[in-house]
């Protein structure tokens, strides 16, 4: 199942060795909560939206992903760092109003949300760590 969704990522722009782990092992992450918490909404929907909590940080790191690995990282000029600025406040504003709308509109638990945000960076985190580690461990072989 991994080889299909690192597949489906590469024709989607993911393609850094390191960096597609990371998307894969978010968004794996996100629809195991979401599905599973969809399933037990009626009993507790605490990890309904603990799943929300990591989708948020899941969109976060694919559009950067997306758009790095696309830009390239060569020389910036003032003008990337301008459109940069922009992507980025205009991902602040969407997080804003999801959070808005899932706080207060639809009453979710403030703890199921951050403990989403907070284990999206920290899956992040684990999955760069091995990632790198392997790849560190890899090349030393040769």
Do not use: C, Q
Request: proline share 3%; glycine share 14%; charged share 10%.
């Amino acid at each position: 199942m991994t080889h299909s969704l690192d597949a489906w990522l590469w024709r989607r722009g993911i393609s850094h060795p390191v960096i597609r782990p990371l998307v894969r092992n978010e968004l794996l992450l996100t629809a195991l909560f979401l599905l599973g918490g969809g399933i037990a909404f009626a009993a507790t929907p605490w990890f309904f939206w603990f799943g929300v909590g990591l989708g948020i940080m899941t969109l976060t790191f694919w559009s950067l992903a997306r758009f790095f690995l696309r830009a390239g990282l060569g020389e910036y000029s003032t003008a990337f760092l301008r459109v940069v600025l922009l992507r980025w406040g205009g991902r602040l504003l969407l997080l804003a109003g999801l959070l808005y709308l899932a706080l207060v509109v639809w009453k979710a638990p403030v703890t199921a949300i951050l403990g989403g945000l907070t284990a999206g960076a920290v899956t992040a985190l684990l999955t760069f760590a091995v990632v790198s580690r392997e790849g560190r461990g890899a090349s030393g072989r040769g």
